[in-house]
């Protein structure tokens, strides 16, 4: 699922390809990811594209008067051409959710992979007009982001603080994988409370989420936009390496999984060393 790092390269790339272009087509290929119905997608055409823009783990495309905003959830991407491939966009051969084509013979796809299919698109006027869009919390890599809010935040909910950290309406664009990254860094237990952290645990996440987000963001920048997935697993600390041995202290680091997702953390970093249940796997067991 790609999180504020990866799309935040995202639009980096994107800008530097499209702004200054001009719309020349545009083709739906998933009529129920469009959440809108006037202004038309159409209407986009013939604009030239004034700024790719992130908001949260949204990405805003301007156009003339109107913006395309594209929710990528967790199997989207957009992949830009510098050659728009020629045959048309049939969402049954491939995951391809809209293609855009430039005046320039370059384009891209917005595309969706897995079954979720909770890709979204937008075209209105402004970006606040988007209902998930207005409703996000505070960018992580934005000057709003301190301490202090940070302790509001937190002390604000009562939610383990894996959940507050995740919940995109506090902040915007933290997902699964860097909170992992960022609680271990932390040396917390993603089921504290998060109105029981102490200010020095505040502190300490703060510094942990603002750093492990910040290095994101540097080592996706130059990276190919094809290659970000793998460099982003590449990186993780515990995310995604269950079993595996934890980098701070050798410890095995451990998963807790729920439906459709896990989180990781080591035991020994943030635990005190004990281990979380893991009620799929307990359940499994009876
Ligand atoms: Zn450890």
Not at 104 to 119: H, I, N
Not at 195 to 203: F, G, H, I, Q, Y
Not at 222 to 228: P, Q, R, S
Request: neutral net charge; charged residues 25%; contains cysteine.
């Amino acid at each position: 699922m790609p999180e504020l790092p990866e799309v935040q390269a995202l639009v980096n790339g994107l800008a530097d390809h499209l702004t200054g272009g001009r719309i020349d087509a545009l083709e739906l290929a998933s009529f129920s990811a469009l959440k809108t119905v006037s202004p038309a997608i159409g209407d986009l055409a013939g604009h030239e594209v004034t700024a790719v823009e992130r908001r949260g783990k949204m990405v805003c495309l301007q156009a003339g008067s109107l913006w395309l905003v594209v929710h990528l959830a967790r199997g989207g991407w957009i992949r830009w051409y510098p050659v728009a491939p020629t045959p048309a966009a049939r969402p049954s051969k491939s995951k391809i959710t809209l293609r855009v084509r430039m005046e320039d013979a370059s384009g891209f796809d917005v595309t969706e992979m897995g079954t979720e299919k909770r890709l979204a698109l937008w075209v209105v006027r402004a970006p606040e007009e988007v209902a998930p869009l207005a409703e996000l919390g505070v960018d992580p890599l934005s000057p709003e982001f301190t301490v202090e809010r940070l302790a509001d935040l937190l002390g604000g909910v009562s939610a383990t603080v894996k959940n507050a950290l995740t919940a995109q309406s506090l902040i915007a664009g933290v997902g699964n994988a860097y909170s992992d990254e960022a609680l271990h860094r932390a040396r917390l237990s993603p089921y504290k409370r998060s109105d029981r952290l102490d200010a020095e645990e505040v502190a300490r996440l703060h510094d942990a989420v603002v750093g492990v987000l910040g290095e994101a963001v540097s080592r996706a920048e130059g990276v190919d936009l094809a290659e970000l997935k793998g460099d982003k697993k590449r990186a993780m600390a515990v995310h995604g390496r269950t079993g595996q041995a934890c980098p701070n202290c050798g410890d095995t680091v451990r998963a807790v999984s729920f439906a459709t997702k896990s989180l990781q953390y080591c035991p020994t970093c943030q635990t005190g060393g004990k281990i979380l249940a893991d009620r799929r796997l307990s359940r499994l067991l009876k």
